[in-house]
T-cell receptor, first 111, second 117 residues
Framework: DAKTTQPPSMDCAEGRAANLPCNHSTISGNEYVYWYRQIHSQGPQYIIHGLKNNETNEMASLIITEDRKSSTLILPHATLRDTAVYYC????????????FGQGTTLQVKP | EPEVTQTPSHQVTQMGQEVILRCVPISNHLYFYWYRQILGQKVEFLVS????????KSEIFDDQFSVERPDGSNFTLKIRSTKLEDSAMYFC???????????????FGAGTRLSVL
């Protein structure tokens, strides 16, 4: 399974864009990049996913480099409620779709 | 918006007792999962379930664990004889599509906190 590397923590000022990086240099051609987040021990929440192209939805944007070895999740206007652990996941193993969570990035949004 | 529902939110049990954690997945989903998270640690995959059978299980999911879909709506995780180290948050998730078939968006419940005394 492709491994991801994320910084353990980041701060962001409220109202500013939060840019969360992820390295996934061993990603294979048909693996998607997924982002989930977990707010204070709640269940993980799906944010966005992509394969090659950049993606945007109501929550965030996902920028994937052309070589697909890294990606950035962008929260355009971070709020205090976006304080959470953010997980970048690229490996969906076999035919079961299990998610392999790393340690993620703890994003602290500050007033 | 449809959601995954888990009950109870908190379960306290004595070591050696059996517990059943319950989940109601999103109604049109076909793939079901259990994960657990020990306090302060990563979310860990336990088991996936499709078409009334286990698709994959992790090393954690030993003979003390079992899963069942007893009817068309519920999905349960049973721990036969709980140990202190089973204390954790247990999350149920469901998805329409598995990883092999392409994008696999899993929706998680709020979790059941299991405390084994």
């Amino acid at each position: 399974d492709a491994k991801t590397t994320q910084p353990p923590s980041m701060d962001c000022a409220e109202g500013r864009a939060a840019n969360l990086p992820c390295n996934h240099s061993t990603i294979s051609g048909n693996e998607y990049v997924y982002w989930y987040r977990q707010i204070h021990s709640q269940g993980p929440q799906y944010i966005i996913h992509g394969l090659k192209n950049n993606e945007t939805n109501e929550m965030a944007s996902l920028i994937i480099t052309e070589d697909r070895k890294s990606s950035t999740l962008i929260l355009p206007h971070a709020t205090l409620r976006d304080t959470a652990v953010y997980y970048c996941i690229v490996s969906l193993s076999g035919n079961t779709g299990k998610l392999i969570f790393g340690q993620g990035t703890t994003l602290q949004v500050k007033p | 918006e449809p959601e995954v529902t888990q009950t109870p939110s908190h379960q306290v049990t004595q070591m050696g007792q059996e517990v059943i954690l319950r989940c109601v997945p999103i109604s049109n989903h076909l793939y079901f999962y259990w994960y657990r998270q020990i306090l302060g640690q990563k979310v860990e995959f336990l088991v996936s379930f499709y078409n009334n059978e286990i698709s994959e299980k992790s090393e954690i999911f030993d003979d003390q664990f079992s899963v069942e879909r007893p009817d068309g709506s519920n999905f349960t995780l049973k721990i036969r004889s709980t140990k202190l180290e089973d204390s954790a948050m247990y999350f149920c998730a469901s998805s329409e599509v598995s990883g092999r078939l392409g994008k696999n968006i899993q929706y998680f419940g709020a979790g059941t906190r299991l405390s084994v005394l």
